[in-house]
């Protein structure tokens, strides 16, 4: 069906603008190669000793923790072996006990602690970076000898701080940061299908 109105028209450059839009902000990310990379090459270093990688985040970062999950213990484009990765978002009767019996702030903070061992990588996923829970999630993986990377939007964030690496798609707009962070995502799990021993 081809748009000729007027209504039509406006919807067609609507679109092309957030298109020209989410393109000149994915281009200005070529400056994050190093710190994404670094990221990379941290969760590598995990499951390569046999750890797991934990992932977090609420809302949309929610569903991008479970994505990448996925993707880590399915594949993500090559047959190999499943590698150990989980979600914190998944298990609603986890999440409405530790809410209900020790508050919101302590929904992934409890879970790092049960599950979490020396070695592994918790990737923390915030727009904001201001996602008290994740924060907490991050105290409890240091004690616990975790490593933290920060998945955020913004630079002065407390995940920034707070995280062992930080990887920062700075935007005003959260639709941008959330594409920018699908996009992270999927480069990760490229990296570790390209890199782990598949034999």
Not at 144 to 161: E, F, P, Q, W, Y
């Amino acid at each position: 069906m081809i748009l000729t109105s007027k209504t039509g028209e406006k919807k067609i450059a609507a679109w092309s603008k957030v298109i020209r839009e989410h393109l000149r902000f994915i281009e200005g990310l070529e400056q994050i190669g190093p710190s994404v990379n670094c990221a990379a090459d941290l969760m590598l270093q995990a499951l390569k000793a046999g750890n797991k990688i934990i992932v977090c985040g609420n809302g949309g970062s929610a569903a991008d923790s479970q994505h990448f999950a996925a993707e880590i213990v399915g594949r993500f484009s090559i047959e190999r072996p499943g590698w150990a990765a989980i979600a914190l978002t998944t298990d609603t009767s986890i999440l409405t006990a530790i809410g209900n019996d020790y508050g919101y702030d302590s929904t992934f903070s409890r879970q790092v602690d049960a599950i979490g061992l020396a070695g592994d990588v918790l990737v923390g996923i915030s727009t904001s970076g201001q996602s008290a829970n994740v924060i907490r999630a991050f105290e409890v993986a240091h004690q616990k000898n975790i490593s933290t990377i920060a998945l955020v939007g913004r630079h002065d964030s407390t995940m920034s701080k707070d995280a062992d690496l930080t990887v920062c798609t700075p935007n005003n707009s959260t639709a941008r940061v959330q594409e920018s962070h699908i996009l992270i995502l999927h480069y990760w799990a490229k990296v570790l299908e390209q890199e782990m021993p598949t034999g």
